[in-house]
């Protein structure tokens, strides 16, 4: 899609989610089912046009492999889910807000961690510390979730702190790129539509998966983990297919990681600053996560064969197994 194609259709898209969620705040049904699939097309193209735009940035400043991946692109994967999340604890729709979080983090990390073992033999010792901070913020979660159903307001700091020591610690651990490589375009001007866009479909999402939810009586933790929680992983999956492409692995673990802990840490972090997480909704999840966080932490301590990619799926299915018998 052309620049001025991208600036069409979001000023199109944007009318829309202006009149029908902001403007009129209650719709029918069929609106709301149209209005959420504009949203995650908004929300697909505008993390796409970011995801291109920080990528080309870091590359003319000749940023590491893993560094870009880690930091940049993993940014751009996630500044959707950043947008849903944020405007729905905003709204103090807490259960939504955290299942979406915890929806796309556990369906990339189970996708991720299937398939990094058929195309990535080797080892991953580099990204060990990625694994500690992540399994730190889940066991955290869980502690939490213990005293609070609300998660006060200064909790978000301590989250944002951990994003904060994993960029400190990973400081000048991969060389620059050294490769020569073809500029692409990039432009501001797109980046900052592609956030207007993004804030515009997270704000109607937010309303028509609620929305959806009282009229079909979901559970919102369940509407925000299957519609916005899957819809949201759709960008971390793009580019982890593009690292795969490119056989560049430090790329693809740093999209792998670095997405997962900017939602797990700094994402959650801002939003429980500014609204409402509601972790009893979803405990069950990050039970799960903790899980497959010590799956991500035994891939980096052993050589990886291709028979490893069973294991986080024969561990999905043992827990949910136990969680059902339980």
């Known amino acids: 899609m052309s620049r001025n194609q991208f600036f069409l259709v979001s000023l199109l898209f944007s009318i829309y989610f202006v009149v029908f969620s902001i403007v009129?705040?209650?719709?029918?049904?069929?609106?709301?089912?149209?209005g959420i699939v504009l949203?995650?097309?908004s929300l697909y193209l505008g993390g796409d046009s970011f995801l291109d735009n920080a990528r080309e940035f870091g590359n003319r400043r000749h940023?590491?492999?893993?560094?870009?991946?880690?930091?940049?692109?993993?940014?751009?994967?996630?500044?959707?889910e950043f947008s849903v999340i944020f405007v729905a604890s905003f709204h103090k729709y807490g259960e939504i807000s955290f299942g979406t979080l915890q929806g796309s983090n556990i369906i990339t990390m189970v996708v991720f961690l299937a398939i990094l073992p058929m195309v990535f033999a080797g080892s991953y010792r580099k990204f060990f510390r990625d694994g500690i901070i992540l399994l730190a913020a889940s066991v955290l979660l869980e502690a939490l979730s213990f005293f609070y159903s609300v998660i006060?307001?200064?909790?978000?700091?301590?989250?944002?702190?951990?994003?904060?020591?994993?960029?400190?610690t990973g400081r000048g651990e991969a060389p620059p790129i050294e490769e020569e490589y073809v500029h692409m375009?990039?432009?501001p001007a797109s980046m900052l539509v592609a956030l207007v866009l993004l804030g515009l479909a997270s704000e109607a999402i937010v309303n028509y998966t609620n929305g959806i939810s009282l009229d079909f009586h979901i559970p919102p933790f369940i509407s925000g983990f299957i519609v916005t929680g899957v819809a949201g992983s759709l960008p971390e999956i793009i580019m982890f297919y593009l690292g795969i492409k490119k056989?560049?692995?430090?790329?693809?673990?740093?999209?792998?990681?670095?997405s997962t802990l900017y939602k797990a840490t700094l994402i959650m972090g801002i939003t429980m600053l500014f609204g409402i997480v509601d972790l009893r909704s979803g405990e069950w999840s990050i039970y799960l996560m903790i899980l497959l966080s010590l799956v991500f932490l035994v891939f980096t301590v052993i050589k990886m064969r291709k028979i490893m990619a069973l294991i986080p799926?024969?561990?999905v299915m043992?827990?949910?197994?136990?969680?059902?018998?339980?």
């Open 63 to 80: 940023v590491s492999s893993k560094s870009i991946g880690a930091y940049l692109l993993s940014l751009g994967a996630v500044i959707d």
């Open 313 to 315: 799926v024969v561990a």
């Open 24 to 34: 009129v705040k209650y719709v029918p049904v069929t609106l709301e089912v149209i």
């Open 39 to 41: 949203a995650l097309v």
């Open 152 to 168: 006060p307001w200064y909790i978000g700091i301590v989250m944002a702190l951990l994003f904060l020591l994993y960029v400190y």
């Open 247 to 258: 056989q560049d692995q430090d790329i693809t673990l740093g999209i792998v990681t670095g």
């Open 185 to 187: 375009e990039y432009s």
């Open 318 to 326: 043992a827990f949910i197994a136990v969680y059902l018998i339980v």
